[in-house]
C-alpha cells in the first residue's frame, strides 16, 4: 500500500516528490549509515514520504534522542502520523523554515540532518534556502546527508559543506547518489 500511496502523489506532485516510489530498504540503511546513533541526541529528516527512511531512523534510534521530520505533502503526513513512536514529532512545513520551527521546539542544533528532498527539481532558490537552512542548525560536528537521482547539486552542496563524499547504490529506483556532508 505505502507503493501505491507514494505512485500517486508523486503523479500529482512530482516537482516535490522527485521520485515515482519510496527509497528502497537499501537506501534507507545508506542514508542511516553515517549516523552515531549512540551519540544522536537531536535528527532531522526533511521530505519524510510514506516513512521509509523515517522507520529505519526510528529502528536504531536512542530511546532518549529525538527525530523531528519535515513534510510539506498533506497526505505523507497523515501517513506519518501513523507511526506510533514518542521519539517522533511531524512538522508539516518546508524545510526552508526549519530553524525557526526548531528553535519554537527548544533545539539548538541538529546532530545530523537526512534528506530526500529533490534538489534539482526545486529551482536554485529554493535549493540555496534549503541547503542555507541546513547549514544553519546542523552541529559543528554534524553530518547532513542527501539523497539524488543525479550529480546536478554536487557543486553547489560543495559550496555550503566543506567536506562532501559521494557513495552510490544502483539498489534502487532510479539508482541513487548519496551526498555525506560535514560543516
Not at 111 to 137: C, F, H, Q, W
Amino acid at each position: 500500500m505505502e507503493i501505491i500511496n507514494f505512485f500517486a502523489e508523486s503523479l500529482k506532485n512530482l516537482k516535490t516528490i522527485g521520485a515515482v516510489v519510496p527509497c528502497s530498504s537499501v537506501s534507507a540503511r545508506k542514508m542511516t549509515g553515517p549516523i552515531d546513533f549512540s551519540k544522536a541526541k537531536t535528527i532531522v529528516e526533511l521530505g519524510g514520504g510514506t516513512g521509509a527512511v523515517t522507520r529505519e531512523i526510528l529502528k536504531r534510534l536512542s530511546p532518549n534522542a529525538k527525530l523531528i521530520v519535515f513534510e510539506t505533502n498533506r497526505n505523507f503526513v497523515t501517513i506519518l502520523k501513523n507511526i506510533d513512536d514518542v521519539r517522533l514529532t511531524i512538522i508539516e512545513g518546508s524545510a526552508a523554515h526549519m530553524a525557526s520551527h526548531l528553535k519554537g521546539m527548544d533545539v539548538r542544533e541538529a546532530d545530523y540532518v537526512i534528506s530526500t528532498l529533490p534538489l534539482v527539481n526545486m529551482g536554485k532558490g529554493t535549493e540555496e534556502k534549503i541547503l542555507e537552512a541546513v547549514r544553519g542548525v546542523l552541529g559543528a560536528e554534524g553530518r547532513y546527508v542527501q539523497i539524488q537521482y543525479s550529480l546536478v547539486s554536487k557543486n553547489r552542496i560543495k559550496q555550503k559543506f566543506g567536506n562532501v563524499k559521494v557513495d552510490f547504490t544502483p539498489l534502487n529506483f532510479p539508482p541513487a547518489f548519496f551526498y555525506i556532508c560535514e560543516r
